[in-house]
């Protein structure tokens, strides 16, 4: 059965650093578009960053700029989101999502109502002093 597991979240003070892991399985995701959803409470999920595998390119919401870091192990099959200096308003379940390659943009793909294949369960994460 083709999944994403999540793993990594957890409570951090503000400044502090986490790194959410997305592990698939059931199938292999090199060339796919991967990306990382928050939601948080009260709010509308959004889209936080993004990767389209066939030509590398990468998004990041503005609010998360030079903050956070999308990546991605094809060997591990594997993807990543580095969160550094996380702030109070980084509160939020996040999602990882991948789909097969296709012919849109990454921030197309970054949009909230995207028809990703297939999504993680979700991983809480908290910012709090």
């Known amino acids: 059965q083709a999944q994403l597991v999540e793993s990594g979240g957890g409570l951090v003070q503000p400044g502090g650093s986490l790194r959410l892991s997305c592990a698939a399985s059931g199938f292999t995701f090199d060339d796919y578009a991967i990306g990382w959803f928050r939601q948080a409470p009260g709010k509308e999920r959004e889209g936080v960053s993004c990767?389209?595998?066939?030509?590398?390119?990468?998004y990041y919401t503005d609010s998360v700029k030079g903050r956070f870091t999308i990546s991605a192990d094809n060997a591990k099959n594997t993807m990543y989101l580095e969160m550094n200096n996380l702030k109070p308003e980084d509160t939020g379940v996040y999602y990882c999502?991948?789909?097969?390659?296709?012919?849109?943009?990454?921030?197309?793909?970054?949009?909230?109502?995207?028809?990703?294949?297939?999504w993680g369960q979700g991983t809480q994460v908290t910012v709090s002093s």
């Open positions: 999502a991948a789909d097969p390659p296709q012919h849109a943009s990454v921030q197309a793909m970054c949009h909230s109502i995207w028809p990703y294949d297939y």
């Open positions: 990767m389209t595998r066939r030509d590398g390119m990468t």
